[in-house]
């Protein structure tokens, strides 16, 4: 059937609305489940495998476009029918996977695992790509409502994904969508009735079959396959063995909760052989599948002996009576001690309301009552929103969520944004000490050292940039053999500060790696680990005096890993990972090279790798299959051009937005919500009335970028004081403020994409379906490109880099050679 105004109404852009809701939701699903079975990376793994989707879309449609359209509304309705049963099948196929992220580069076999995964999560996203792109492509002079509809859907998409996380547990996310994918179905099925109701019988069958699909999706219990390096992967197999017992589980946007009782369970962090109590019995507070904390199954401080060699206790038996805030404490170990060593007051800061629910209701008689004293105030905020938004003066900060073993899982974190341990952070905590408080952070010790040496940079960064301060002034560092405990003070270290610092390191058997005035030729390590050769101090030492009296630039590009301080504008604290040490640890550790090196970043490089080798091929084969075709039409290069720098800046802006308002929002599920809630709707609101501006698409072209490059650069560099005014406001005001924020660039962007395929319809509209698989293609390589970017220049540079790719293509409006327009284009 041929393409004519008549055969369009507007059930079409309903169904491309409800097909638009299920393909963002699905994205978010699918970030959620994989945060709990994989790692964090695996949601930008999502992101781009699912615009991959989009871009083999367009290359389909660019090779295919002409045979399909001739049965336009039964193929589309196939396709609708495929993109819902592909859901269930491939996901719960590739969670079948035994796949092991941390060999992906050892193993060939689980390469070719992780490759079959990005082919299975990608099946889903094809055909809803395509059910886009063909009805784009068809409805070609409808290009600006549809797109609309597409993008608005995309934007309630996000929302609709926040509502059934509460609903389900993470790992049944994902299937959930089917059903609005049916009613997307039916929908399109109203909109071709009349030509479908030729072979009524056959499009019914495909109706009813859709139908059974999104019922049975809804009704199956997909594998709760998880990592198994991951802590819940353990306690999976404890249960099995009834060697443990899942007490609760909670699930939302912010984290699934998971509380084993186990008697293998003992997580009493560095605690030392000089405790006299015994660690109690605790239980496992997991979120994400990875141990948050333990819980004490005890009802009084008294029963908590264990805490009090251990060296968090430090800062403790420095100071007297103090107030004390706890910033991301879970389990309530840290209140425990907080209560022992005589807190007069004890603030906790904790993110997720859920998990003070739990205490308050479910192990209320489990050791949950720990927050039940007049002492205590729990806090529902993000640690570093708290941080920002109060004035509170307290004599000892606690950053107890930076307080674990070294990093572990292979630097599967690293790419994990952590606002609460940058140098902005330490600083603004610092202002509320009061004239004798300190800050105090615990890291577990690695060989070489990294994450303690990177701490001590934060810190010392903290005090020099933002108060003028001498670093080596107000800084003390002890340790034992499991871990280095790092003191930063308000007031500069007196001599009477010094010596209760020595005795109180000597009783607890630490060795001290640092205090103004130590002389390095008199250390005596007593808990002895490795050091330079020959040297009678540690790695620790030796970072600290190079950092703070030697050359600390040289010794950062020396180091084998990334210990440079992690600031706001790069948020990545546990980003070890330099290519310059790749010869080192091949050197160094010979066939265990690999488990030395930090595979978060890795990873995302060849998934990057991967993307990119696969959309070079998907936008070149329609050139080589289609070829007489192509070579008729005008205008290619400005076409690639054009719709490659809109989709890779588009991408860049939205990928760096939702870093930046993550630290806003205080989680990056709700950021991604918030982003892709406005970017979407209101890009969809621009797109949409673009037929009644009355200006031809090269001028709204020039126009939107400029808009484009204003807005956001109003954005980059005044969002921080506007922000600043909003961060003390709950969840939905953020959100709303978000939103708003970002809805004048976003009602600009969406004038990009319906504007140059009006240049395609009246100028080569046989390139229109190759446009969307390039718009797509540059998608998928932009989004694990701009994380790659910002971890080594920062987000301001990326963000500067996108709006680089819109002036490209607003000097592509000027390439276009014109063939059937009038004057003026």
């Not at 205008?635 to 939702?658: C, D, H, Q, R, S």
């Not at 993550?662 to 991604?672: N, R």
């Amino acid at each position: 059937m041929n393409n004519n105004l008549s055969s369009y109404n507007r059930w079409s852009a309903v169904a491309i609305f409800f097909v638009s809701i299920a393909v963002i939701a699905l994205q978010l699903m699918l970030m959620r489940a994989l945060s709990v079975s994989h790692y964090y990376h695996f949601s930008y793994l999502v992101i781009s495998t699912a615009l991959l989707g989009f871009g083999a879309s367009g290359t389909f449609l660019a090779l295919f476009f002409d045979l399909l359209k001739r049965n336009f509304y039964f193929l589309n309705l196939l396709f609708h029918l495929l993109f819902l049963i592909s859901i269930p099948i491939s996901y719960t196929t590739a969670q079948s996977l035994p796949l092991d992220t941390q060999y992906v580069l050892y193993s060939g076999e689980q390469l070719r695992l992780l490759i079959y995964y990005n082919l299975l999560i990608f099946i889903p996203f094809f055909f809803g790509g395509t059910i886009i792109g063909f009805m784009l492509s068809y409805f070609k002079k409808e290009v600006p409502e549809l797109y609309g509809a597409n993008l608005i859907g995309s934007g309630i998409g996000g929302i609709v994904a926040l509502f059934l996380m509460y609903l389900f547990p993470a790992y049944q996310l994902p299937v959930t969508i089917a059903p609005i994918v049916f009613i997307a179905m039916v929908f399109f099925f109203i909109s071709g009735f009349r030509e479908l109701s030729f072979n009524i019988p056959v499009n019914l069958m495909l109706l009813l079959i859709g139908l059974g699909g999104a019922v049975y999706s809804m009704k199956s219990d997909p594998p709760y396959s998880v990592d198994p390096y991951k802590s819940l992967a353990n306690f999976q197999q404890l249960e099995i063995q009834g060697d443990a017992e899942l007490i609760q589980e909670r699930f939302g946007p912010r984290g699934q909760i998971d509380v084993y009782s186990s008697t293998t369970f003992h997580h009493t962090l560095f605690a030392s052989p000089l405790a006299t109590a015994l660690p109690p019995t605790q239980l496992a507070l997991l979120i994400d599948g990875e141990v948050a904390g333990a819980v004490f199954s005890i009802d009084n401080a008294e029963q908590a002996g264990v805490m009090d060699y251990t060296p968090q206790s430090l800062p403790y038996r420095i100071l007297e009576n103090p107030h004390v805030l706890l910033l991301g404490e879970s389990g309530g170990v840290n209140v425990w001690l907080a209560k022992r060593m005589g807190a007069e007051r004890i603030t906790v800061v904790q993110t997720n309301p859920q998990i003070y629910d739990l205490f308050r209701e479910d192990i209320f008689d489990l050791g949950g009552s720990v927050f039940d004293d007049e002492r205590v105030e729990v806090i529902i905020q993000h640690p570093r929103l708290y941080l920002d938004r109060t004035n509170r003066q307290y004599d000892l900060i606690h950053f107890v969520a930076g307080e674990t073993m070294a990093t572990g899982t292979g630097g599967l974190q690293g790419l994990n944004e952590d606002y609460l341990l940058t140098t902005e952070s330490i600083a603004k905590a610092r202002q509320l000490l009061s004239d004798d408080g300190l800050i105090s952070i615990t890291r577990g010790i690695q060989s070489p050292p990294r994450d303690n040496i990177k701490i001590f940079s934060m810190f010392s960064d903290a005090i020099a940039g933002f108060s003028g301060d001498s670093p080596e002034n107000h800084l003390l560092v002890s340790r034992n053999y499991l871990a280095a405990n790092t003191l930063l003070t308000k007031s500069p270290i007196t001599e009477e500060l010094i010596s209760r610092f020595l005795e109180e390191a000597r009783i607890l058997q630490l060795d001290r790696e640092y205090y103004p005035g130590i002389i390095t030729e008199e250390i005596d390590q007593m808990n002895l680990i490795e050091g330079p050769d020959d040297a009678n101090y540690s790695y620790i030492h030796h970072a600290i005096q190079q950092i703070l009296f030697g050359d600390a630039e040289h010794f950062y590009d020396d180091w084998a890993y990334n210990v440079r301080a992690p600031t706001d504008d790069r948020p990545y604290f546990q980003d070890y990972f330099k290519w310059s040490s790749l010869d080192l640890f091949l050197e160094t550790y010979g066939d265990e090279w690999f488990q030395r090196l930090e595979l978060g970043y890795v990873i995302l490089l060849i998934t990057f790798i991967q993307l990119a080798a696969v959309a070079l091929l998907l936008i070149i084969a329609p050139l080589l299959f289609r070829l007489p075709t192509y070579l008729a039409s005008k205008n290619k290069m400005p076409t690639l051009i054009y719709f490659f720098a809109i989709g890779t800046g588009f991408m860049f802006v939205e990928i760096t937005f939702i870093q930046i308002f993550t630290k806003f929002l205080g989680d990056p599920i709700v950021s991604v919500s918030a982003i892709f809630t406005s970017i979407l709707i209101f890009s969809g609101l621009g797109s949409s009335i673009q037929k009644k501006l009355g200006l031809i698409a090269n001028h709204r072209i020039r126009i939107a970028v400029a808009a484009i490059f204003f807005t956001t650069a109003f954005l980059l560099f005044a969002s921080g004081p506007i922000l600043d005014i909003f961060v003390g406001a709950g969840t939905v005001w953020r959100y709303l403020v978000t939103v708003l924020m970002l809805m004048p660039v976003s009602f600009f962007m969406g004038w990009m994409f319906p504007s140059g395929m009006e240049v395609l319809e009246h100028q080569s509209d046989s390139l229109i379906p190759w446009a969307w698989g390039i718009n797509g293609i540059a998608s998928v390589t932009a989004a694990p490109l701009a994380i790659m970017l910002s971890m080594s220049i920062g987000f301001s540079n990326v963000i500067l880099i996108g709006l680089g790719c819109y002036l490209l293509a607003a000097f592509t409006s000027w390439m276009w050679r014109n063939t059937s327009h009038p004057t003026g284009w």
